[in-house]
């Protein structure tokens, strides 16, 4: 079964990022918010996919965005690397200088 | 409370007082107070509230901490005046004020040691270690030459001896607390960064090579899937935007 729409335990719907997007200066409805994240999504899986040496296909990677689980992965997965965007700031010293 | 406007003490009025509360009070067969003039006794103590601030003005006005926690120390005065006023017994011919002082003190010290260090150490302990300590000075030994005599001549047994070493060993101004914070710099408490048990080396370097890899691959993106993908965690994208703009 195709699912369009996949509901994660925290975070914003569609409808609220097309707003919040709205605002940013990128126009869009809550269909095309959806059409966003999920081509994302695919593109980031199989950007991940390659940077660790594995090969992806297109089938794989739309097979993946579109399950739940992965949903909640990529929300970790995008925790974790934003946090270790965090601490290399902590730990540079010029950036603790400015 | 404000004590500079309350009446002083008379010493004869105060034993009058004194004779009239001993009167109201009615005790258990182990002498334990069952019941008593609640307003005698609150007369009592607002007749004898300055004790209370002179007590902590004498003795505990030195140190910072004191400073600090000084209204406290006043609240755990009258505490301690209270229990003054149900013991008093005014027939044996003392002072109130030389028997409430010991009380007071007694009160706020025992606030003091229960509130200082990270690590509680149980009042009994804390007295029976003062007794050998104060006994170790007068005779000018160390710890170290404590034996059996000296432990059966101030009735300690060797049980509570053993606990008394703990908490001679147990360096309280060492601990830490787990949530303070690192430096005033770092948002960061000593938790964060101290190392568990529970992750292993293997799973910290398959992390950080995630991560890595992730930030690559999330680089790669266009600026609008990168911030409608973290509006869809949750995660504030108006910085990212407007740097971009920015460059």
Known sequence: MNHKYITI??????????TKMTDLGYKMNHATARNILLSGMRKFVGNIASELGCSMSESDSQRLVMRQDIHEVIGDVLTLCLKEQQEELISCPVANQQ | MNTSKQATSSNEEDIELFQRYQATKVLDDNGKILATDRSLRNDLAERNARLV????????????????????????????LFDAIDGFKPELGFKFSTYATWWIRQSVNSYLLDEEPLLHIPSHIRTARNKLFGLLKERSMSFKEVSKDLLDEIGMTEKMFASVTAAVKTKTWLCQSLDAPVSSSIDKNLRDIIPGDDLDLSVIVDNKKIAEAAKAAFEKLSLRERCVLLERYGIDCTNIVQEEQGK
């Open chain 2, 53 to 80: 601030t002179f007590v902590i003005n004498k003795f505990y006005s030195k140190k910072p901490r004191h400073k600090e926690l000084r209204n406290d120390l006043l609240q755990e005065g009258h505490l301690g």
């Open chain 1, 9 to 18: 335990t925290e975070g914003e719907d569609y409808r609220t990022i097309a």
